[in-house]
């Protein structure tokens, strides 16, 4: 039987992603098909889609003018806004913003395609 597992996010190497930077958790325990990714979203975040991957944003933190773009329309966020991206939706997240990311399978870097706006 598998033991229950703790992380400290905010503990992990952040890595580089198109959003900003992602701290990745969970990737290596085979009882969770996924992943969760505590993400600072910087102004810079470009459009991308994924193949294969679900993506579940939760706004943790954010300024009065942060939005989500979703296949070009643009929707206002406000802190504890969740919004569930499924596989081929081109999306990113417009200004700053701290977002816990769970994705389903679990993430690959290989399925992320970025896009020219």
Same mark, same amino acid.
């Given at each position: ?50 193949? =294969? ?11 009065? =003018?942060?939005?989500?773009?979703? =296949? ?46």
């Amino acid at each position: 039987m598998a033991e229950p597992r703790i992380v400290d996010l905010t503990a992990i190497e952040p890595v580089a992603c198109p959003c900003g930077l992602a701290r990745r958790a969970f990737g290596d325990f085979p009882e969770f098909p996924g992943t969760v990714h505590l993400t600072e979203i910087e102004s810079t975040a470009r459009a991308h889609s994924h193949s =294969d991957h679900t993506e579940i944003y939760v706004i943790l933190a954010c300024g009065p =003018d942060a939005a989500i773009e979703l =296949d070009g329309v643009r929707t206002p966020v406000t802190p504890m806004t969740a919004i569930a991206i499924p596989p081929g939706v081109v999306h990113r997240a417009i200004g700053k913003m701290q977002t816990l990311i769970i994705c389903h399978p679990e993430f690959d870097p290989r399925d992320e395609r970025l896009v020219d706006c």
